[in-house]
């Protein structure tokens, strides 16, 4: 005879489940009918340019607008397949951003083994941290067990040209593409009370207010850009643009709390540290690309560059999001 508080219990968790997947679906479909918007209004802005200077602004726009159709497309796949899913996307995220990082960066013979443990070790041990739920480990493989290995392997190879340099940047470069951009598939693994099986839609919150924020920057410096904030880093930046596309994408995240455990004035404070930290790894990422003298990480996203140019500014966020949720949000 079934216990009738087990059964109880049971239909409880089902009927979470199915609030949280009509949740996760209205979430997704509202970022696609912004897309179908955004991508409408891109049609009559470029056929109503008036001038080159207009026609390439908008082309940008269309450019991110197309990029985001294809994000979204495989972002919709990780969530048909899972967990499983989303720790396998952004583990090739983590390769390829480490990939094009790697390729502005001197190396030398001797650094070859070591970039191999990087590669095909480290990173994937990272997200098979993740996977496992083991929290303890996967919060200091990086910045600790790695953190001693990488200079340890490059010594042995008995090259010191630049050695100090050298493993600097190999360290910099997993700390950013793997131990970083890590933290957002991380966020499923939360145990977070009320919010059971939701998981999935708190990554994407994380990662919407994220890229929103970036448009939204763009957008407003567009709009009534004039104060530039750091022109040799980064001569688009502008004040204007950074506090409009701050505050609008702080507001959306506010009235997306609902997709989220946290109450509105929560949400708005989440998403004003995802905003700010985004801020922040775009404007690092900037002067890593000046000080390479390249415009771009990579050619793979048509009109945004690289890989690591399109989650520049995740990396900087995800761990401080994953970090706060989970210190704040669960037991």
């Keep these: 005879m079934s216990d009738p508080l087990e059964s109880t219990e049971h239909a409880f968790l089902e009927l979470e489940g199915s609030s949280g997947n009509a949740q996760l679906m209205c979430l997704f479909g509202g970022v696609l009918g912004i897309l179908v918007l955004a991508s409408v209004i891109g049609v009559v802005l470029k056929r109503n340019a008036k001038n080159d200077a207009a026609r390439a602004t908008i082309e940008n726009l269309n450019a991110r607008t197309r990029a985001w159709w294809k994000m979204c497309a495989i972002f919709a796949l990780t969530l048909l397949i899972g967990r499983v899913g989303s720790l396998v996307l952004f583990g090739l995220l983590s390769l390829l951003a480490l990939r094009e990082y790697i390729t502005l960066v001197p190396t030398r013979r001797g650094d070859h083994r070591t970039l191999l443990w990087s590669f095909f070790i ?87 207010v994220d890229q929103m924020s970036d448009v939204l920057q763009y957008v407003w410096g567009k709009l009534a850009g004039k104060h530039k904030i750091a022109p040799s880093v980064s001569p688009n ?20 709390w609902w997709a989220t455990p946290f109450a509105p004035l929560q949400a708005a404070g989440m998403s004003l540290v995802i905003t700010l930290l985004g801020f922040a790894g775009g404007l690092v990422m900037s002067a890593i690309k000046r000080d390479a003298g390249v415009k771009d990480f990579g050619a793979v996203i048509e009109g945004h560059g690289g890989i690591l140019d399109r989650i520049d500014s995740l990396c900087f966020a995800a761990p401080i999001f994953f970090h706060l949720v989970r210190y704040f949000f669960t037991p």
């Design 122 to 208: 480290i990173t994937p041990l990272q997200y098979y941290l993740i996977g496992i739920a083991w929290y303890g480990f996967f919060a200091i493989m990086i910045p600790v067990f790695a953190f001693v290995f990488v200079p340890t392997r490059i010594a042995m190879s008995g090259d010191t040209e630049h050695f100090l340099e050298r493993a600097a940047k190999i360290q910099f470069g997993l700390m950013i593409c793997a131990f970083c951009l890590s933290h957002a598939p991380a966020l499923l693994i939360l145990e977070i009370p009320g919010f059971a099986g939701r998981n999935a839609q708190l990554l994407l919150y994380l990662v919407l």
């Design 237 to 256: 930046k502008t004040w204007e643009g950074f506090l409009g596309g701050v505050a609008t994408a702080t507001l959306l995240g506010a009235a997306l």
